[in-house]
């Protein structure tokens, strides 16, 4: 028994190595088209809504054609204005090329609801490394009362002051609304300027911020 078993083996090798006899060569490799977007989802249709809160709702409208149009003719993604449900809808058609489109879109939309202007959150349709990354006053430190009300002052400066150095400094675009802050940004950008946010809410001067800032940047411009 022992010795028939390679044999059958190599005779099973022999046999799936042989060419077809008919057409004594192999078959021709396939060749498929490639897929498009809708059809990568089995040509489902793909949905994404996107709340509009009521002090953006103004904005909205007077914004909304810089809005529609990079999203319904570059990105190739149908967009409405949902008036009863006040949500923005936004949805995948047959000629979308890429079906992350949806997605950078989505992204692009609430962006600007969270207040930041279209010029800065078009760069969302246009780069892939970028990010909105939120957080609150009150996750770094509890602040009440004139604490609160000091600490916001301190992020902000002197009409805008200290947070337009962060910004220019760290290449980001930052939104102070109320106790809440975003940021939009690259990673490693978001992380220099939430540093520095952070220590501003801490309590430290904006002088010992602007010179730490002034260490990173010099680091970073060093690195790129």
Excluded at 167 to 172: D, K
Aim: aromatic residues 8%; positive net charge.
């Amino acid at each position: 028994m022992q010795s028939n078993e390679p044999a059958t083996s190599m005779e099973v090798e022999n046999v799936l190595s042989e060419p077809n006899p008919t057409s004594g060569t192999f078959p021709s490799k396939p060749k498929f088209e490639p897929l498009k977007a809708h059809e990568m989802s089995e040509g489902r249709v793909q949905f994404r809504k996107v709340s509009v809160p009521p002090h953006r709702y103004t904005p909205l409208k007077k914004a909304w054609m810089e809005i529609y149009t990079p999203i319904y003719e570059q990105m190739k993604i149908d967009i409405r204005m949902n008036l009863k449900a006040r949500k923005v809808e936004l949805k995948t058609r047959a000629d979308t090329p890429d079906i992350s489109n949806l997605q950078k879109c989505t992204d692009f939309v609430h962006a600007f609801m969270l207040g930041f202007g279209v010029v800065d959150a078009i760069a969302l349709l246009r780069l892939d490394e970028l990010y909105v990354e939120s957080f609150e006053i009150k996750d770094v430190k509890t602040l009440r009362g004139e604490h609160l009300s000091r600490a916001i002052g301190r992020l902000s400066g002197k009409g805008g002051k200290t947070k337009f150095a962060i910004e220019n400094a760290t290449r980001t675009r930052i939104v102070i609304a109320d106790t809440k802050i975003h940021i939009l940004g690259s990673f490693s950008n978001i992380k220099i300027a939430r540093d520095s946010l952070c220590s501003l809410i801490l309590g430290s001067p904006a002088g010992k911020v602007y010179s730490k800032l002034r260490a990173v940047t010099a680091r970073l411009a060093e690195r790129f």
